[in-house]
């Protein structure tokens, strides 16, 4: 069986510039090899190891004389990458590892839809140059509501390096439990990260520090920056019923399996409170080599606003202190924030005047609007997983809009980029986080890679149709929206 030549544009995120070339198209034949510099040799190993999967060929990796190159250096952009496909070979080119890894996953895209072993492919010919616009593209896994395991967040990872995010911020504490062990704070995860913690009690599970670790470093070969999330001075029963002192009478608190919000408060004006969040936040910090550290801020509803202050005064510079630039849920600009903090915009109003005042202010902003970005939401009103609180977000109005315009006075300049949170309520296993994620996250992925101008709803729609036969060759799930005219096989 031949594959379907796939066109150098069916691509996402699409890339800033594709030059097709159809008379250059390039023959994956028996005899084809992958060169590479030994620094880019992980590289080529992973492209030859796809092009193996999909032709059956042998692709060994030779440091010269392969018809495919791959080569450092010659660009300066750190996740910038060239593709150049012609008749006698295919040349990949990036200034940086990541650049690499971005190209690679063009390439991946390019080739037929994987597992088939079908000999002889072709490449499309002509030459892709590529570049980011935003550096920060995220998405957010609620492990609170529902722990996944290490194993199940890695092959999540897996698939959503495929559309070039590079953050994935992780919502480790909540009212319902608690899931990454913190050393000298042994009954977070004792008492509020087992057996019947999250909503409905079927959320149980944590993070040892070996586990957490060893999943940054899995996120990190992949050019992801994970962001920890503790979330503060709000969402914090499980914290107290771990430890009652940081409860505000020192009353012993019954565990919550329900998903009401806004209930639970750290105590402000309690030095207790301090110990404990200083030396969370030392140990999320040491633990984290990203440059991010998120403590939350939102829904403080039972915190009075003088407390909120007080405490988000005390707590944001924290994080500076231990190396790490504080993010958190826009409600935290209500007060002054360290020059490198960073607003996170959740909510649905068409304004908010702490973002844009931190805007003026020149701090970078995250934009993640509950009505458009959260995967949590459900896609039509028959959508049998998610919630509906910002309405019902079908694939079309997640791709329809765009972060520079969506809040007055928080334009291009002031955007750290694009994240996609997926709060986990209602969800209980990774064919539920998929069917979440797919194909809205690519949605959000190519908002935060593709030039604006450069991108339209009805291009998008024809390329993720595609997608299809690769998810299901993947094992990966995912909502077979109406909106989508889908392609069931790769003929
Ligand atoms: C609001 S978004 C929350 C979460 C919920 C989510 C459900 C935000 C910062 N807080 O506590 O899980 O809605 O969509």
Known sequence: MRATLRRLGDVIPLPVSVRPDPAANFL???????SAD??????AEQLAKLLRRATGFPVPVTEAGGSIKILLGGYDKNEAYRVDIAAEGVTLRAATEQGLFNGLQTLRQLLPAEGRGIGEITLPGGTIEDEPRFPYRGTMLDLARHFFTPDEIKS????????KINHLHLHLSDDQGWRLEIPGWPRLTEVSGGEGTGVDGTGGGFLTTAEYADLVA?????????????????????AQVAYPELARDGEQ????????????????????TYAFVEDVIREVAALTPGPFLHIGGDEAFSTPPEDYRTFLTRVLPLPGKYGKRAVGWHEMAAVELPPSAVPQYWRIEPADDGVAQAARDGHQVIMSPADRSYLDMKYDKDTPLGLDWAGVVGVERSYDWDPADRLPGVGEEALLGVEAPLWSETLRSPADIEFMAFPRLPAIAEIGWTPRAARDWTSFRDRVAAFGPRWHAQGVNFHRSPEIDWIDEES
Do not use: C, K, M, W
Not at 156 to 163: E, G, S
Not at 223 to 237: A, K, Q, R, S, Y
Not at 253 to 272: C, F, I, K, M, Q
């Open 28 to 34: 994956v034949s028996p005899t084809v090899a992958v």
């Open 38 to 43: 030994p620094a880019a040799a992980d590289i």
């Open 156 to 163: 999540y990872l897996d698939t959503i390096v495929q559309f």
């Open 218 to 238: 899995y996120a990190e070969r992949r050019f992801v920056t994970i962001v920890p999330e503790i979330d503060l001075p709000g969402h914090v029963n499980a």
């Open 253 to 272: 608190l019954a565990p919550r399996t329900d998903a009401e919000v806004g209930y639970s408060s750290l105590d402000a004006n309690r030095e207790e």
